[in-house]
């Protein structure tokens, strides 16, 4: 979609297409009703900073629609798609895998969340090492963390979907 047809085009299509980004209801009615944009960038940068808005409310409600690290959405629309790509580079070596799983669960057990990083343009013995890492943080370091990785998810997404 370019930006002409995003701007014109009606909320309840625009909406779906931002939820595929972040499913975060303030930030998809920011963006709906901040239209038109005019260019790629106005929209953007208006994206960027509603996100650099998320706290605990926000990072909870936009990653009921992401998988673990190392595993597959159990969606089947273009959320789930960008998930799998996303994690394409994921697949490392039985070792790593298992690794990942435990860390998966070490983070769980720790934050009360699932582990997001942005996984485009990572192999999985970097993301575990992230994961390694940032076990270590304490719980608003990590929020701030996780926030600011979704934040780079989403708006890979939307400069992935509107051309």
Same mark, same amino acid.
């Given at each position: ?28 009615? %920011?963006?709906?009703?901040? @239209?038109?944009?005019?260019?790629? !960038?106005?929209?953007? +940068?208006? #994206?960027?900073?509603? *996100? $650099? ?26 959320? %789930?798609?960008?998930?799998? @790509?996303?994690?394409?580079?994921? !697949?490392?070596?039985? +070792?790593? #895998?298992?690794?990942? *799983? $435990? ?43 996780? #926030? ?16």
């Amino acid at each position: 979609m370019d930006i002409a047809t995003f701007d014109a085009a009606d909320p309840a299509t625009v909406s779906a297409l931002l939820r595929d980004c972040a499913r975060v209801t303030s930030w998809v009615d %920011a963006l709906v009703d901040a @239209r038109p944009f005019g260019t790629l !960038d106005a929209l953007l +940068d208006r #994206a960027d900073a509603q *996100a $650099a808005t998320w706290g605990e409310t926000e990072v909870a409600e936009a990653l009921a629609d992401h998988p673990r690290i190392g595993e597959r959405h159990d969606g089947d629309g273009r959320s %789930a798609a960008l998930s799998d @790509r996303e994690q394409s580079g994921v !697949d490392g070596s039985a +070792d790593t #895998a298992v690794r990942l *799983a $435990a860390g998966n669960r070490r983070y769980e057990r720790r934050f009360g969340r699932i582990f997001l990083i942005r996984a485009a343009g990572r192999d999985a013995d970097e993301i575990l090492a992230q994961l390694e890492q940032r076990l270590e943080n304490d719980a608003e370091t990590e929020l701030a963390v996780t #926030a600011g990785q979704l934040r780079e998810i989403t708006l890979l997404r939307l400069k992935g979907l509107i051309a």
